[in-house]
């Protein structure tokens, strides 16, 4: 069964910098994406960065990836979100969710989600 997990979020002030983790498990497929979201409150959710376990990376904004920096680790288990500068609009839950084969910039592509981690920045 497949499983993500995420991790690292919390409360910090603007300026500040998180990393996020998104532990996974289950997963079996040679080749998958991995893609990190968010929801701030009264907003849709909205897709932050996408990784092939080729290990290419695509952005929906490329305005964050000055400050949000996707690695993984050797054993390609763990996905981390490196968070920086972090903005009072950056409030919002992270999730990380996953995908058999290509990377996709809808969420409905996605058929695991972890359950979230809250991020909130203070001004």
């Known amino acids: 069964q497949v499983r993500l997990v995420e991790s690292g979020g919390g409360s910090v002030q603007a300026g500040g910098s998180l990393r996020l983790s998104c532990a996974v498990s289950?997963?079996?497929?040679?080749?998958?994406?991995i893609g990190w979201f968010r929801q701030a409150p009264g907003k849709e959710r909205e897709g932050i960065v996408f990784?092939?376990?080729?290990?290419?990376?695509?952005y929906s904004d490329y305005s964050l990836k000055g400050r949000f920096t996707v690695s993984q680790d050797n054993a390609k288990t763990t996905m981390y979100l490196q968070m920086s500068s972090l903005q009072p609009d950056d409030t919002a839950m992270y999730y990380c969710?996953?995908?058999?084969?290509?990377?996709?910039?809808?969420?409905?592509?996605?058929?695991?989600w972890g359950q979230g981690t809250q991020v909130t920045v203070s001004s």
């Open positions: 990784t092939h376990s080729g290990g290419e990376s695509t």
């Open positions: 969710a996953a995908r058999r084969g290509s990377c996709a910039l809808q969420e409905s592509a996605y058929s695991y």
């Open positions: 289950g997963y079996t497929y040679s080749s998958y994406c």
